[in-house]
C-alpha cells in the first residue's frame, strides 16, 4: 500500500497522506489549500489538488533553508545540510489572492513560479472582443452572448472575459451615447467616461450567464475611458469581476504616497468600483513602461498597495513584468510573496532575499536597493516612459549607489556565485549610467557622440 515500514521516519506525501492521518486541507475556490503536519516520525503533507500539493512540498523546503529569488542560473538558493530535521508542524495554508499570476513578454515563470506559489484560479481578463461594436443593437448582444454561454455552460466553476478590446474606438450611436453620464470626464483624456454603457452591457451578459451557469465568474476591464466606475447604471450580479488596469495612471508610487495625486485619484477609483461590483482583480506592471531600462524599485509601492487591495476585496493580481532582474528583480520576487500573504513582513522577507542571495554582500546590496527605492518614493516626478528618468536618476544617485556595489564586490571577496550576483545588479546600474550619459549627450547637441553610450 506504499505506507512507510515499521517505524521508519518518512515523508508522506498526496493522497497517501491523507489516508494515514493527514487533516484536511483548508478549502479553496481555486484549489490552493495544503495541510502539513508531523505525527510521530511521519512528515505529511498534501494538498486540495496536485499543484497545492507542491506548494506543500516547497513549503517544507522553504522551512529548510531553500529559496527561489530569481528565475535563472544564478537565482536559486540551496543549502548544504547532513541532517534534515524538522520540528513538530501543524501548518494550514490558504492563499489572500484566488489568481497569481507574474509574467512578461518571453518569460512564463514555471519551477520559480510553483515553488513561490504562483498560480491558482485561471480568471481570464484579457481583452476580448473580436471587434468594436455596438453595446445596445439587439442582434449584436444575443450573438455575444451566445458566444459567452458557450464558453462556460456545464463547465461549472470556470472564468470568461467580456472584455472590450484594445484601444480607444467606441460606438458613437445615439443608443449608446444617451448611456453615458453627461459631463462626466476621463481626466486623462478629457473625452466622456463610457463605463455606464459598458456596465448596463454587462449586467445583461451576467444575468443571462447566471441562468446557464451560476458559478461562471464573468471578468472585464476597468481601462481607458472606461477606467472610472459607472455613476447612474447600478452595479450587476456577484458573477461579475472588475480588472482594474491603471495604466493612465502614475505607475512610480503607491496608492497611499501623499506626493502623487494621481495616486490619490486612482485608489478612489478603485473604492468607487468596490460599489458597483463584489469582485476585483488588480491588473499591473511590474515596470514604468516604454522606459529606458533602469533600475526600478516597487518595493514600498507593493509594501503599501497589496495588503490594500486585499482589503478592498482584490481576489487576483495580474503582475506584466518585463523580465530583467538586474533591474527588478527585489520586487518581482517581493510581490510573488505578496500573492500568496498580502500581510508579511515585508522588511523579514527582503532582509532574508539580501541576506540569502548576496551573504557577506548583503549589507551594501540592501542599501542600493533601498537607496533606489527611496529616491522613486520621494521625487515628485509621475510622467511614464523616460521623460522622469533624470530625476529619480541624479548624478548623487548614481555616485551612490556605485558607491554601494562597489563595496558589494568588494566584500564578496572569492566566492564566484556571490560575485556573479552583485555584478548582475551593476550591470543595471550601469544601464542608468549609460542613460544619464547619453541624455547628457543629447543636451548639449552632441548627437555625433550620443549614440556611444548605447550599451
Known amino acids: 500500500d506504499g505506507k512507510p515500514a515499521g517505524g521508519a521516519p518518512a515523508v508522506i506525501v498526496g493522497q497517501l497522506a491523507r489516508q494515514m492521518g493527514l487533516a484536511a486541507p483548508p478549502k479553496t475556490p481555486s484549489g490552493d489549500g495544503y495541510r502539513i503536519q508531523t505525527k510521530g516520525n511521519h512528515l505529511l503533507l498534501a494538498g486540495e489538488r496536485a499543484a497545492s500539493t507542491g506548494f506543500a512540498v516547497s513549503h517544507v523546503l522553504e522551512s529548510l533553508g531553500c529559496r527561489w529569488f530569481i528565475d535563472n542560473d544564478i537565482g536559486t538558493v540551496i543549502p548544504t545540510m547532513k541532517t534534515v530535521e524538522v520540528g513538530a508542524l501543524d501548518v494550514a495554508e490558504a492563499p489572500d489572492f484566488i489568481s497569481r499570476n507574474i509574467w512578461g ?4 515563470p514555471d519551477a520559480w513560479g510553483r515553488h513561490n506559489r504562483l498560480g491558482g484560479m485561471g480568471i481570464q481578463m484579457g481583452h476580448n472582443w473580436p471587434r468594436w461594436f455596438c453595446t445596445t443593437d439587439p442582434k449584436v448582444r444575443e450573438e455575444y452572448l451566445a458566444d459567452v454561454i458557450a464558453r462556460v455552460k456545464g463547465k461549472g466553476a470556470v472564468s470568461a472575459s467580456i472584455s472590450p478590446p484594445d484601444g480607444v474606438a467606441y460606438c458613437t450611436c445615439d443608443r449608446c451615447r444617451a448611456l453615458d453620464v453627461p459631463g462626466y470626464l476621463e481626466p486623462s483624456s478629457g473625452k466622456p467616461v ?6 448596463e452591457f454587462y449586467n445583461y451578459i451576467a444575468r443571462e450567464v447566471m441562468k446557464i451557469n ?10 481607458a475611458d472606461y477606467t472610472l466606475p459607472p455613476k447612474q447604471v447600478k452595479g450587476g450580479l456577484d458573477n461579475l469581476c472588475v480588472s482594474i488596469a491603471p495604466i493612465r495612471y502614475c505607475r512610480v508610487h503607491s496608492l497611499a504616497n501623499p506626493l502623487c495625486e494621481s495616486r490619490q485619484r486612482c485608489r478612489a477609483m478603485v473604492e468607487g468600483w468596490g460599489k458597483v461590483e463584489k469582485s476585483m482583480t488588480w491588473r499591473e506592471y511590474g ?19 497589496i495588503p490594500w487591495l486585499k482589503a478592498q476585496g482584490c481576489i487576483g493580481l495580474n503582475i506584466e513584468c518585463l523580465y530583467l532582474p538586474h533591474l527588478y528583480g527585489p520586487h518581482i520576487y517581493l510581490v510573488a510573496r505578496m500573492a500568496w500573504d498580502a500581510d508579511l513582513d515585508v522588511a523579514a522577507v527582503m532582509d532574508d532575499f539580501y ?4 551573504g557577506p554582500a548583503a549589507p551594501h546590496v540592501k542599501a542600493y536597493w533601498e537607496r533606489i527605492d527611496a529616491a522613486y518614493v520621494a521625487t515628485p516626478v509621475h510622467a511614464g516612459s523616460f521623460h522622469g528618468v ?8 548614481l555616485k551612490a549607489c556605485q558607491e554601494d556595489l562597489s563595496a558589494a564586490a568588494k566584500a564578496a571577496g572569492g566566492d564566484a556565485m556571490i560575485s556573479r550576483r552583485v555584478a548582475m545588479f551593476q550591470r543595471g546600474l550601469d544601464n542608468a549610467k549609460h542613460f544619464a550619459a547619453w541624455r547628457d549627450a543629447v543636451n548639449r547637441c552632441d548627437f555625433a557622440a550620443a549614440p556611444a553610450y548605447s550599451p
Do not use: M
Request: aromatic residues 20%.
Open 287 to 305: 515596470y514604468n513602461l516604454a522606459e529606458t531600462t533602469v533600475p526600478f524599485s516597487k518595493l514600498s509601492i507593493w509594501k503599501d498597495d
Open 105 to 108: 513578454s518571453g518569460w512564463r
Open 355 to 358: 541576506t540569502k542571495f548576496c
Open 214 to 223: 451560476p458559478e461562471a465568474i464573468l471578468c472585464h476591464y476597468a481601462y
Open 390 to 397: 533624470h530625476a529619480f536618476w541624479t548624478p548623487e544617485l
Open 194 to 199: 463610457i463605463s455606464d454603457r459598458y456596465q
